[in-house]
């Protein structure tokens, strides 16, 4: 058999790709198994009348494409309504579609819904006694077996009968358009191509999978142009600004469904949103919250006072401050990923914080989030070293369907759907296992992630932040050798120290994070999604060191004070000479002078006031501090 050229010369221009492709293969195929888009609405041409093109769901679109081809009616089968005849009746074509499919399939009013009827009528169609072209369309057919690969004797019997349809079809002659033998086709809707037996379609050139595609930008911009009626806007090409709000629709839906585009335009009429606040309504849409803390007034008050309040929280660090809070103001004005082509999407922030350790990263990160939100509540935080194995990252999305734990979900898509706004941090990036680091991408470029349910969760309102040790050491290198040669396992020599300048620092990190991504990783399209905003920390410096150990002193006196009323205060020598044990390992940062203080202090306190009895308001004074066979000792007056 031939493919009719009538359709492959051009009789359904304009319809969707995949009902072309169905038309034009009804002279070779007896069955289609429809996947993918199902439940979306989709772009027809006009009516026969003129007008405007038309926004159809998928059943008014296949029953548009087989009427044209000479079916007098559809058969629709759903496991819970049963069967359902389309055009229904109650006018003149749905009189005569319903007098032909009593000829063909007898009655079926009241009939319930069984494998045994279906089975009948599946034959009836695609066998017909008489000359009467039709369809059959199997909805949810999905949920007909409990599973594909355990199935109950009489559901494996149904899907033999089907398969052996397949092959013994009978292609029915028509007249009109389309005279030629045609079959009667069957159209199976399902969810996943592999929810049906894959016996039935392997190896069996009768049966035409075709998966139905999300619409791409082009479907979306005159979807908008349809949708911007609702607003008065009859003629888009003729008013400049209706275009530009209709293009910017289309863009700001990237990821939605057309149907989630015609929901969209009855939120904004509603809500009474004007055609170019349309975005504002699909950012609602998406994350189902209407406050949105970005638009705020009070919001670039905040930071630009958290240009004095941040360098106090996170000491000694004022290139990394500068560069985060100038990559937050971007977030802030809109125009993080500005330069793409559509950027609306992408997360409010990226940053990749990399240094020494205990130099303020996660410090900075919780900083951000009490400017921007209000909240450490807010702040989400991610230990990257628990997801090593490469089957961890199911507890970031949730596991796939049919595994342990499939309806829970995960830990980052729960989180992110709960409240989208906010600063998620993942902590120790180098750790996690390559393949988990693919899932960034996506969030990071399309600023969503779909979940183990299929859930698509969206990432546009939050800031991502990175951290890394990369860069502290590389491979050793052999004398004489330009390229690092490792002389021996695990042979790895210091790649910064404190005294270096920070932008010899800052080069030296950068490099290394590129080369592990690039290199080790073999992931260079991670690394380019970070741009430039791989923001480097410096070591402490001494002044730096002195500050934190006075800030970290007093929170330790002031606990003692909160806890036990007692009044604690160190004389000057003792004080001194603390000083100096707490702040001679700059490159331990900060966490390094918070353990030295617990050891030389906090440690020997705690042991001197367990063994004395405390009253209230008490003066505690520390004269002297010492170390005696590796144990320090306060004199305690």
């Known amino acids: 058999m031939s493919i009719d050229s009538p359709t492959l010369g051009g009789r359904l221009q304009g319809w969707p790709p995949f009902i072309r492709e169905l038309d034009a293969t009804l002279s070779v195929h007896s069955q289609y198994v429809l996947s993918g888009n199902l439940y979306d609405s989709f772009l027809a041409p006009p009516a026969e009348g003129g007008g405007p093109a038309r926004l159809l769901p998928l059943r008014s679109l296949l029953w548009e494409t087989l009427r044209a081809s000479g079916a007098s009616f559809m058969v629709v089968y759903d496991p819970v309504d049963g069967l359902e005849?389309?055009?229904?009746?109650?006018?003149e074509a749905g009189d005569e579609a319903e007098r032909a499919a009593e000829r063909v399939l007898g009655k079926?009013?009241?009939?319930?819904?069984s494998l045994e009827a279906l089975t009948r009528?599946?034959?009836?169609?695609a066998r017909p006694q008489e000359n009467v072209r039709a369809a059959f369309v199997i909805d949810s057919a999905s949920r007909i077996a409990r599973t594909p690969t355990e199935m109950e004797p009489a559901e494996r019997d149904f899907f033999r009968f089907c398969a052996k349809l397949s092959r013994t079809a009978r292609?029915?002659?028509?007249?009109?358009?389309?005279?030629?033998?045609?079959?009667n086709p069957v159209v199976w809707l399902v969810e996943r191509p592999g929810d049906l037996p894959s016996w039935l379609t392997a190896d069996n050139d009768t049966i035409r999978e075709i998966t139905i595609p999300r619409p791409h930008l082009g479907d979306r911009q005159e979807t908008a142009r349809l949708l911007a009626r609702a607003f008065g806007v009859s003629d888009v090409g003729a008013d400049e600004a209706a275009a530009a709000a209709c293009d910017s629709f289309a863009e700001q839906a990237d990821g939605l469904t057309l149907q989630s585009m015609i929901e969209v335009t009855r939120l904004a009429k509603e809500r009474n949103v004007d055609l170019a606040d349309l975005p504002d309504a699909v950012r609602t849409y998406k994350l189902g919250v209407l406050d949105n803390p970005w638009s705020r007034g009070h919001l670039r008050r905040r930071v630009l006072e958290g240009e004095k309040r941040v360098p106090e929280r996170v000491i000694g660090q004022p290139q990394a401050v500068t560069k985060t809070l100038d990559i937050l103001k971007r977030a802030v004005l809109g125009?993080?990923?500005?330069?793409?082509?559509?950027?609306?999407s992408r997360p409010r922030g990226v940053l990749f914080f990399a240094g020494p350790t205990g130099?303020?990263?996660?410090?900075?990160?919780?900083a951000i989030t009490e400017l921007v939100f209000g909240d450490e509540g807010a702040y989400l935080r991610f230990d990257m070293s628990e997801f090593s194995a490469e089957g961890s990252g199911d507890r970031l999305i949730g596991a796939p369907p049919g595994y342990v734990g499939h309806e829970a979900g995960g830990e980052l898509t729960n989180a992110v759907r709960e409240d989208p706004f906010r600063v998620i941090l993942f902590d120790e990036i180098e750790k996690a296992h390559p393949r988990i680091l693919d899932k960034f991408l996506q969030?990071?470029?399309?600023?969503?992630l779909t979940d183990g349910r299929g859930n698509t969760v969206h990432f546009s309102e939050s800031i991502l932040i990175f951290t890394s040790n990369l860069g502290m050491f590389v491979p050793g290198r052999e004398p004489g050798m330009l390229e690092a040669v490792p002389a021996l396992a695990g042979d790895r020599v210091r790649n910064i120290t404190p005294g270096m300048s920070y932008f010899e620092v800052e080069q030296r990190i950068k490099d290394a994070v590129a080369a592990h991504f690039t290199e080790v990783l073999n992931r260079p399209e991670l690394l380019n999604r970070f741009g430039d905003n791989i923001v480097v920390f410096d070591f402490i410096s001494g002044d730096a060191a002195h500050k934190i150990f006075d800030l970290q002193f007093a929170n330790i006196c002031k606990r003692v004070a909160d806890e036990h009323r007692l009044m604690l205060t160190v004389q000057d020598d003792a004080l001194r000479t603390l000083r100096e044990w707490c702040t001679d390992e700059l490159?331990?940062?900060?966490?390094?002078?918070?353990?030295?203080?617990?050891?030389?202090?906090?440690n020997p306190l705690a042991r001197a006031l367990f063994h004395r009895e405390l009253g209230a308001d008490e003066q505690i004074t520390v004269s002297g501090i010492r170390r005696e066979g590796g144990i320090v000792h306060l004199d305690i007056q």
């Not at 005849?85 to 006018?91: A, E, L, Q």
């Open 171 to 183: 292609p029915v002659r028509g007249n009109g358009a389309r005279p030629k033998p045609l079959y």
């Open 359 to 366: 130099t303020g990263k996660t410090e900075l990160a919780k």
């Open 587 to 602: 490159d331990k940062g900060g966490r390094g002078i918070g353990m030295a203080l617990e050891s030389h202090f906090v």
């Open 443 to 448: 969030i990071l470029e399309d600023g969503r």
């Open 108 to 113: 079926i009013k009241d009939e319930r819904p």
């Open 335 to 344: 125009l993080s990923g500005a330069q793409a082509t559509r950027s609306g």
């Open 85 to 91: 005849i389309v055009p229904p009746p109650g006018d």
């Open 121 to 125: 009528h599946l034959a009836a169609v």
